[in-house]
């Protein structure tokens, strides 16, 4: 059974801090009032309460908790370093509607989701807030809403969707209407701002001196100009080479039809009407060397066979035993 409590009324204040302190050190859910809006909090050492801080929410491990301090030091024991540009914005905002995120200090024992080796963390401009963090420590906090609702800016808002699954609500009257907070990611060489907020992009840049934003992140385009600028190829379709070749081959075929009648039209004897008148050359001698020939080959022929015959009969000789 949740318990509410007016911290308008000083007994009532008292008393709820006291009972939210409680509820936290054994794991439970509380709602407190931030400098922005309701917050769901839980204690940031204990996995199974961010846990359940996430369920009553409706967020999954990719959408890690933030963590609320109650002061600086206590911010610096929990990252590796703000930086030059971290430490002027904690010293400018906070506390304050400002969150940076950090590389979280490695040798802490939390798991606030899947943050990968970073933490979402602020310092909130709100009393009763402060004096609640300086006796939990750090906080795992996040807006006091259901997944896909408007943040509460007013116990009566977050009761109304969270119900039982906290177990102290600290009532401190309407939030206002102010903006979340800003969100600058300290993580890169430069500040980048993830987030537009109660503190302006400009009120910001005035103070770390240079801040990217989305207008800053290049395009997949713009990083490769080469690949807009070329059109798929558009010039070069895979057949458009083909016609070019087909039309040398209808080129090569016509030029070869075009010289095959040439060729026709010229008798083989025609360009040549001497030769029938020609007579066989009757002043040629009939070749008398070729008997010459004929006699050297039958001559060779002879040698050769003797040849052979020395041959084996050595051949005979060698083999034997």
């Known amino acids: 059974m949740s318990r509410r409590y ?52 409706g967020h999954g491990r990719d959408m890690p908790a933030p963590v609320l301090v109650g002061s600086v030091r206590a911010a610096q024991a929990l990252v590796e370093d703000f ?32 943050a990968k080796g970073t933490v979402a963390i ?12 300086k006796e939990t420590g750090p906080m795992a906090v996040s807006s ?15 009761e109304a969707q ?23 990611d300290l993580t890169g060489a430069v500040p980048r701002l993830l987030r537009a907020g109660a503190i302006s992009e400009a009120r910001l840049r005035e103070v770390c001196g240079v801040l990217l934003s989305d207008e800053d992140e290049p395009t997949a385009d713009a990083d490769e100009p080469g690949k807009t600028d070329e059109p798929a ?8 080479e083909e016609p070019a070749k087909a039309d040398e081959s209808v080129k090569a075929e016509e030029a070869a039809d075009a010289e095959e009648p040439a060729k026709a039209d010229e008798p083989a004897d025609a360009d040549e009407p001497a030769k029938p008148d020609e007579p066989a050359k009757p002043d040629e001698p009939a070749k008398p060397d070729e008997p010459a020939k004929a006699e050297a080959s039958v001559k060779a022929g002879e040698t050769v066979e003797k040849e052979a015959a020395k041959a084996e009969r050595s051949g005979d000789a060698d083999g034997s035993a």
């Open 233 to 240: 190829k558009a010039d070069e379709p895979a057949d458009a």
């Open 144 to 158: 006091a809403n259901r997944a896909g609702a408007p943040p509460a800016r007013a116990a009566d808002d977050a």
């Open 122 to 133: 602020r310092m909130p401009l709100h009393q009763l807030t402060l004096e609640l963090l």
């Open 6 to 57: 007016d911290c308008s009324e000083p007994m009532e204040r008292t008393r709820g801090i006291a009972e939210a302190v409680s509820a936290v050190r054994r794991g439970e859910l509380i709602v407190l009032p931030t400098d922005t809006v309701y917050g769901i909090g839980a204690d940031a050492f204990t996995p199974a309460a961010v846990t359940a801080l996430l369920e009553a929410k």
């Open 162 to 184: 969270l119900g039982d699954a906290v177990e102290v609500y600290l009532d401190d009257g309407p939030s206002g209407d102010g903006a979340p907070s800003s969100i600058v």
């Open 83 to 114: 930086g030059t540009y971290g430490q002027d914005l904690v010293d400018e905002f906070w506390p304050g509607a400002l969150t940076l995120v950090c590389r979280a200090n490695s040798t802490l024992a939390w798991d606030l989701g899947d």
